[in-house]
């Protein structure tokens, strides 16, 4: 039989913790990084790859017949069991030291996200979360903001790679910033979706993020009271992940919709 949520969260977090004490070791300073003669991507590239073998590999250890579908890597295997993984969300932070970035790791039965970790490294914060079971930190179980109006809101936002994609984003930010308390754009989609759960911030929307990033930080934001999904209806989506507390979650979908923000310039 299968391990419980609560089972498959403990297996990814201490997971997600290893690969985590890896990348803030192997992590080179800052100029370093900057200043060496292949692009400064590259170094990042090498340690995204280095952390998602490191994961695959813990994954097939423990857990031989699993699926696993990783930013790097691409999807491998099959079966009801199949986990996604972020070896590091914010790279643009990891490459600057900004201390704003995550590995994720989340894993689904039949489809279904059951557990969900996000290990905001530099921060030293790991957030678990099981279908049912809650989203904690430190212990303490996470509960989102309630009750907060748009107008009083705080609300996280990223944006995409391309420059088309930005311009609409920008376009869709003339609108909401004027609307809201203000808005972040801290870098790292999956830790966006886990200071929701935690009430750092009110409500979180964006265009364009990959499944990985936000598969583990989406059940982390639900099981602390949140909801997410896209606009009219639809279910979350790379076209847009739309999350905060019901109430806000309807007043920010009401304000994004006829922006039409899934359309790229
Ligand atoms: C990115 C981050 C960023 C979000 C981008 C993502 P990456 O992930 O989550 O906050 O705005 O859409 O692509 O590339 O650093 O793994």
């Given at each position: 039989?299968?391990?419980?949520?609560?089972?498959?969260?403990?297996?990814?977090?201490?997971?997600?913790?290893?690969?985590?004490?890896?990348?803030?070791?192997?992590?080179?300073?800052?100029?370093?990084?900057?200043?060496?003669?292949?692009?400064?991507?590259?170094?990042?590239?090498?340690?995204?790859?280095?952390?998602?073998?490191?994961?695959?590999?813990?994954?097939?250890?423990?857990?031989?017949?699993?699926?696993?579908?990783?930013?790097?890597?691409?999807?491998?295997?099959?079966?009801?069991?199949?986990?996604?993984?972020?070896?590091?969300?914010?790279?643009?932070?990891?490459?600057?030291?900004?201390?704003?970035?995550?590995?994720?790791?989340?894993?689904?039965?039949?489809?279904?996200?059951?557990?969900?970790?996000?290990?905001?490294?530099?921060?030293?914060?790991?957030?678990?979360?099981?279908?049912?079971?809650?989203?904690?930190?430190?212990?303490?179980?996470?509960?989102?903001n309630?009750?907060v109006p748009l107008s009083q809101a705080l609300i996280g936002t990223g944006?995409?790679?391309?420059?088309?994609?930005?311009?609409?984003?920008?376009?869709v930010l003339?609108h909401v910033l004027p609307a809201v308390r203000d808005v972040r754009r801290a870098?790292?989609?999956?830790?966006d979706?886990?200071s929701v759960?935690?009430?750092r911030l009110d409500g979180y929307y964006e265009?364009?993020?990959?499944?990985?990033?936000?598969?583990?930080?989406?059940?982390?934001?639900?099981?602390?009271?949140?909801?997410?999904?896209?606009?009219?209806?639809?279910?979350?989506?790379?076209?847009?992940?739309l999350c905060a507390a019901?109430?806000l979650f309807?007043e920010l979908h009401?304000l994004l919709?006829?922006?039409?923000?899934?359309?790229?310039?």
């Amino acid at each position: 039989s299968l391990p419980t949520p609560e089972e498959f969260a403990a297996l990814a977090e201490e997971i997600a913790r290893e690969a985590g004490a890896m990348l803030l070791e192997k992590r080179p300073a800052r100029p370093q990084v900057l200043l060496t003669k292949s692009s400064p991507t590259d170094v990042v590239t090498a340690l995204d790859r280095a952390a998602e073998e490191l994961i695959r590999d813990r994954i097939k250890a423990a857990r031989p017949g699993d699926a696993i579908l990783g930013e790097e890597g691409g999807a491998t295997g099959e079966g009801a069991v199949r986990w996604v993984v972020d070896p590091i969300d914010g790279t643009v932070n990891f490459l600057y030291g900004l201390p704003e970035w995550s590995v994720s790791i989340a894993v689904e039965v039949e489809g279904r996200i059951v557990a969900g970790v996000v290990n905001v490294v530099p921060r030293g914060e790991v957030f678990t979360a099981s279908l049912g079971g809650g989203a904690w930190l430190a212990g303490e179980r996470l509960r989102c903001n309630t009750g907060v109006p748009l107008s009083q809101a705080l609300i996280g936002t990223g944006f995409g790679y391309q420059a088309g994609r930005r311009k609409v984003q920008a376009e869709v930010l003339t609108h909401v910033l004027p609307a809201v308390r203000d808005v972040r754009r801290a870098g790292s989609a999956a830790s966006d979706l886990c200071s929701v759960a935690a009430g750092r911030l009110d409500g979180y929307y964006e265009r364009g993020p990959n499944y990985w990033d936000y598969a583990a930080g989406g059940l982390v934001a639900t099981e602390a009271g949140a909801r997410i999904g896209g606009l009219h209806g639809r279910p979350y989506s790379p076209e847009m992940t739309l999350c905060a507390a019901p109430g806000l979650f309807e007043e920010l979908h009401d304000l994004l919709a006829p922006l039409n923000p899934e359309r790229d310039a």
